[in-house]
């Protein structure tokens, strides 16, 4: 039986793959095609309005008749809007009409030269099927001369969005993207 740290590490290390596979996926060997490059769903280059970006982001999501519930983001891209200034140095708030905000780092910055990418979506249209459970071995004769013991964990699960409609994916995003659009 495993400890609950390890039994923990081990879900948040698998949590991390199925969000990367679900936003960047590649669809490459045995990996599912994430949203990124899904392409059904909208993509538009970022431009130096960073919430005018959102609220367009939004608009198409709700053209096609559903409601943006999340944005997603680079923590580098969430910092950027956070010191996000007024013309006055003020801090210029989040918009009451955005949706909630989550950072995560299974969005690069690294896209295209020092680009990222933010994604608006109604976040119940991309389903996630898991077509075994995942197995966790313990491979005791690897290590078994110095007391070490490796795990390998396998899962097989693809995503898929039922509606590229409910996403929208702005690119491009550069390191400075906010504060650029303050002024």
């Not at 969000?19 to 059904?40: F, I, T, V, W």
């Not at 009451?96 to 979506?121: E, H, N, R």
Request: with cysteine; proline share 7%; aromatic share 8%.
């Amino acid at each position: 039986m495993l400890g609950p740290t390890l039994q923990s590490s081990i879900a948040s290390a698998a949590a991390l793959a199925i969000d990367h596979a679900c936003l960047m996926g590649s669809g490459n060997g045995e990996e599912p095609r994430g949203l990124y490059y899904n392409s059904g769903v909208t993509q538009t280059a970022a431009t130096a309005d960073p919430w005018g970006n959102i609220s367009d982001s939004m608009y198409r999501v709700e053209d096609e008749n559903y409601t943006p519930d999340g944005v997603l983001l680079s923590p580098r891209s969430a910092n950027c809007l956070r010191k996000m200034e007024d013309a006055n140095y003020l801090p210029y708030p989040r918009p009451y009409w955005c949706p909630p905000m989550y950072s995560t780092k299974q969005i690069p910055d690294d896209l295209s030269t020092d680009k990222s990418a933010v994604f608006v979506g109604q976040w119940d249209r991309l389903w996630i099927g898991i077509r075994d459970t995942f197995r966790l071995e313990i491979l005791r004769e690897i290590k078994s001369q110095s007391g070490q013991l490796v795990l390998a964990g396998a899962m097989r699960a693809d995503v898929g969005a039922v509606r590229t409609g409910a996403f929208d994916i702005i690119k491009d995003v550069p390191s400075t993207w906010a504060r650029s659009g303050a002024e």
